[in-house]
């Protein structure tokens, strides 16, 4: 007997976190046969591309791997990286699937753009290496971002595990000299 197959925990998120990546690239990609502007082109990618990051950044990555990142600029000017995740009990509980969905096509989208972008340069595009540029801006601020917290993630449960082993010892030694 086989082992019941997982399926996706949340279609409907994974279906749009799938769906504005493809909709930048296909417009993209289709829009030379049906557009001679290169200012709607620009746009509407853009405007997708846009669109696919404000869902990984403040959707997808919350419900599919429970992450969620942003940016601030503090008093002295300086950009801080801010981190949310689950605590690691519910990460552990997260749909395999889901994650696997929202890891590979956040790089799949990445190599696509980078692969349209060294066409744009074979063929001396730099108008269209611009769409590219700013797609691919996108996108990598997304990795960047949900790879930090995913590190801040697994350091903050480590720091966690080894603060309750040295409370434990700490109160074990305290326990065993008062008894003395």
């Known amino acids: 007997m086989q082992p019941p197959v997982?399926?996706?925990a949340n279609p409907n998120t994974c279906l749009f976190h799938v769906l504005f990546k493809g909709a930048a690239l296909a417009?993209?990609?289709l829009s030379a046969l049906f557009f001679n502007s290169f200012v709607i082109i620009f746009?509407?990618?853009v405007l997708l591309a846009a669109l696919d990051f404000w869902v990984v950044k403040n959707v997808s990555g919350r419900i599919l791997v429970g992450l969620r990142w942003w940016?601030?600029?503090n008093d002295l000017g300086e950009s801080v990286w801010k981190f949310e995740s689950l605590d690691q009990e519910s990460l552990a509980r997260m749909n395999k699937?889901?994650?696997w969905l929202f890891w590979w096509t956040l790089y799949l989208a990445a190599a696509a753009w980078l692969i349209l972008?060294?066409?744009?340069l074979i063929r001396f595009q730099a108008d269209y290496l611009l769409v590219v540029g700013v797609c691919l801006s996108l996108n990598a601020a997304n990795i960047i971002g949900f790879t930090k917290c995913k590190k801040d993630a697994k350091?903050?449960?480590q720091q966690f595990a080894s603060q309750t082993i040295a409370s434990r010892f700490q109160s074990t030694v305290q326990s065993a000299f008062t008894l003395v």
Do not use: A, M, P
Not at 117 to 120: E, I, R
């Open 6 to 8: 997982e399926n996706y």
């Open 27 to 29: 417009f993209y990609i």
């Open 43 to 45: 746009v509407v990618t």
């Open 71 to 73: 940016n601030e600029i």
């Open 97 to 99: 699937k889901d994650s």
């Open 117 to 120: 972008g060294v066409f744009s």
């Open 155 to 157: 350091k903050q449960f």
